[in-house]
Nanobody, 118 residues
Framework: QVQVVESGGGLVQTGGSLRLSCATS????????MSWYRQALGKERELVAT????????NYADSVKGRFTISRDNAKNTVYLQMNNLKPEDTAVYYC???????????WGQGTQVTVSS
């Protein structure tokens, strides 16, 4: 049974930090590209950051470059998103996705709320 479970969200003041975790099970984590997305109220879901399966190369949305860091621990089947210098516009539900694009496989978590107060 595939499980993708985000945690670590919460309420933080502008300039603060949070670390999101995404714990997975039920599939071979090391073979999957892992991504964080976010969806603010009334807006489309957007890609925040991705870390690949093989080389662990990373990509970030321009809006979070220099502030957010994605990382993975294949031994723990977990991906992280370290978020620093948070801004009110970072307020959203953050989702974790596991993907094998060649096979068209995508597993999503249920999301964790991040709220940044001004």
């Amino acid at each position: 049974q595939v499980q993708v479970v985000e945690s670590g969200g919460g309420l933080v003041q502008t300039g603060g930090s949070l670390r999101l975790s995404c714990a997975t099970s039920g599939f071979t984590f090391s073979r999957f590209d892992m991504s964080w997305y976010r969806q603010a109220l009334g807006k489309e879901r957007e890609l925040v950051a991705t870390i690949t399966s093989t080389t662990a190369s990373t990509n970030y949305a321009d809006s979070v470059k220099g502030r957010f860091t994605i990382s993975r621990d294949n031994a723990k089947n977990t991906v992280y998103l370290q978020m620093n210098n948070l801004k009110p516009e970072d307020t959203a539900v953050y989702y974790c996705k596991a993907a094998r694009p060649y096979y068209g496989i995508n597993y999503w978590g249920q999301g964790t709320q991040v709220t940044v107060s001004s």
